[in-house]
Structure formats: structure tokens, C-alpha cells
């Protein structure tokens, strides 16, 4: 269907991907498939789950598709794990998606996307990590951002991270900048989650009452990541790391 919209024409692109999205959504699953993901999700235990998509576009030496496809946290029960699985599905084809996707000239029928399901982590501070500086290129240093809560507030620009730089060699921080952390993102227990604004500020207090999400990310994510670095140092590319205590 998306082979003969004009794409320049934005009104019809998100017409077009409205219906695209909707069908997928409200579509049945396969008995077979069906079975295989909620024997899989029992394996795991049954709790929460993060449900990611991972699209064959995604970080392209020349384009970053990253973002472009949806992720859902803290996914509980096999309706709702069902239903996450839909959903990423269908961001392969959303308005945003299928416009970057034209701007990088990709044809867009080639394009596919897996659906990846892991054990949800509780994280008490959580963000992604550089193996290489992205600004300077100095692979000697590895650069993490990080603030308290689930990762969505960094990847999602929700919040000022905390910013570190640790060189690989001597394992030591060689710099390290205290962000607002503006937004936190946590769990619910009813599962789903939740974006909290953080009072708390550089210079005084948190008067956050979510204890898990006020721990200090200077010493968790510094002393969790130099110890991981040496397991990452071959990857060029950014991770996402969740760390509890």
C-alpha cells in the first residue's frame, strides 16, 4: 500500500499508515505463532517483560533508525504481551517511520522487523552507553548517560542525564556532570509505566517519594559500567544498560 503514496504528501502518509497501524492491530495472530510466544513468555517466568522491536534498518553506517520503532516496558500477562507484540508490529508503519524511511530513499516493502522479548528489569538507574565518544571519536573512552529510574527517560530525552566519561585504560572517570533528571520513569504494579517529574535538583534534595528512583547514579552506573566495558570494548555502537543494587 505504502509503494504508491506520494510521500510528499504528509496528510496521505499519515492516512495511510493510520489504516495500515489499525489493521495490524486488530488483526488475529496465528494459532501456531500465538502458542510459541506464550510458551516462551511462561519460560521466562511469566512476570513483567520488555517488548522491543528491532527493524532490519536500524543503525545503517550512513542513517540511525533508531527510536523509529516503538517499545513497550514492564508488560504484564500474555494478553498484553500479545498485544505489545501487535503494536510494534504496526510502528514499522508509522507516519514517522515511513517518512525517514523515504528521506534515506529505502524501499520501503524491504523493510522488516522483529519483535524481542526480555525479562523487564527493575532498575533503579538505567540509560545507554557509548563505547566510543559519538562527538570526538576517541575510542580510548567510554561515555555513559544515565539518571534514576527505567532508561525510557534518556532514550526518550525526557530527562538531563548524569554524564560520564571513563577511560578504558585506566578505568577511571574522567569526567562526570550532574544532570536536572527532570522526568522518572517507573513501573506500576498494574503493569505499564509512569513518568514522575523529579523535584529533586543538583544543588539540594529530592523531595521524590519513590525512594528506588532518588539513589545516587554517580557511583551505581560509574562502578556497574567500568566493570562491563571490558566485555563491550570490540562493539562501536550505543547499549542500553539497566543496573540495580
Same mark, same amino acid.
Given at each position: 500500500? %505504502?509503494?504508491?503514496?506520494?510521500?510528499?504528501?504528509?496528510?496521505?502518509?499519515?492516512?495511510?499508515?493510520?489504516?495500515?497501524? @489499525?489493521?495490524?492491530? %486488530?488483526?488475529?495472530?496465528?494459532? +501456531?505463532?500465538?502458542?510459541?510466544?506464550?510458551?516462551?513468555? !511462561?519460560?521466562?517466568?511469566?512476570?513483567?517483560?520488555? $517488548? !522491543?522491536?528491532?527493524?532490519?534498518?536500524?543503525?545503517? +553506517?550512513?542513517?540511525?533508525?533508531?527510536?523509529?520503532?516503538?517499545?513497550?516496558?514492564?508488560?504484564?500477562?500474555?494478553?498484553?504481551?500479545?498485544?505489545?507484540?501487535?503494536?510494534?508490529?504496526?510502528?514499522?508503519?508509522?507516519?514517522?517511520? $515511513?517518512?525517514?524511511?523515504?528521506? *534515506?530513499?529505502?524501499?520501503?516493502?524491504?523493510?522488516?522487523?522483529?519483535? =524481542? #522479548? *526480555?525479562?523487564? =528489569?527493575?532498575?533503579?538507574?538505567?540509560?545507554?552507553?557509548?563505547? /566510543?565518544? +559519538? #562527538?570526538?571519536?576517541?575510542?580510548?573512552?567510554?561515555?555513559?548517560?544515565?539518571?534514576?529510574?527505567?532508561?525510557?527517560? $534518556?532514550?526518550?530525552?525526557?530527562?538531563?542525564?548524569? %554524564?560520564?566519561?571513563?577511560?578504558?585504560?585506566?578505568?577511571?572517570?574522567?569526567?562526570?556532570?550532574?544532570?536536572?533528571?527532570?522526568?522518572?520513569?517507573?513501573?506500576?504494579?498494574?503493569?505499564?509505566?509512569?513518568?514522575?517529574? @523529579?523535584?529533586?535538583?543538583?544543588?539540594?534534595?529530592?523531595?521524590?517519594?519513590?525512594? @528506588?528512583? &532518588?539513589?545516587?547514579?554517580?557511583?551505581? /552506573?560509574?562502578?556497574?559500567?567500568?566493570?562491563? %566495558?571490558?566485555?563491550? &570494548?570490540?562493539? !562501536?555502537?550505543?547499549?542500553?544498560?539497566?543496573?540495580?543494587?
Amino acid at each position: 500500500m %505504502h509503494a504508491s503514496v506520494q510521500t510528499d504528501d504528509s496528510a496521505l502518509v499519515a492516512e495511510v499508515s493510520r489504516h495500515i497501524g @489499525n489493521a495490524i492491530r %486488530h488483526a488475529s495472530i496465528p494459532d +501456531p505463532l500465538t502458542d510459541l510466544v506464550i510458551k516462551a513468555y !511462561r519460560q521466562l517466568g511469566g512476570d513483567a517483560v520488555a $517488548v !522491543r522491536s528491532s527493524a532490519t534498518a536500524e543503525d545503517l +553506517p550512513e542513517a540511525a533508525f533508531a527510536g523509529q520503532q516503538e517499545t513497550f516496558l514492564n508488560v504484564l500477562g500474555e494478553q498484553a504481551l500479545l498485544q505489545a507484540v501487535r503494536d510494534c508490529w504496526a510502528s514499522l508503519w508509522s507516519e514517522r517511520a $515511513v517518512l525517514y524511511r523515504a528521506r *534515506q530513499n529505502m524501499d520501503q516493502a524491504s523493510v522488516k522487523l522483529a519483535v =524481542v #522479548v *526480555q525479562k523487564m =528489569v527493575q532498575a533503579d538507574v538505567a540509560g545507554v552507553m557509548f563505547t /566510543a565518544d +559519538p #562527538v570526538s571519536g576517541a575510542r580510548d573512552e567510554l561515555v555513559i548517560d544515565a539518571s534514576p529510574g527505567l532508561g525510557e527517560a $534518556v532514550v526518550g530525552g525526557l530527562a538531563t542525564p548524569d %554524564h560520564f566519561v571513563v577511560n578504558k585504560r585506566r578505568l577511571r572517570l574522567k569526567e562526570q556532570y550532574r544532570g536536572r533528571r527532570e522526568i522518572i520513569v517507573l513501573s506500576k504494579a498494574e503493569g505499564g509505566i509512569e513518568q514522575i517529574s @523529579n523535584r529533586w535538583q543538583p544543588d539540594g534534595d529530592s523531595d521524590h517519594a519513590a525512594d @528506588n528512583a &532518588r539513589r545516587d547514579p554517580d557511583k551505581v /552506573a560509574a562502578a556497574d559500567l567500568t566493570i562491563r %566495558h571490558r566485555h563491550l &570494548r570490540y562493539y !562501536r555502537h550505543c547499549t542500553e544498560f539497566s543496573s540495580r543494587q
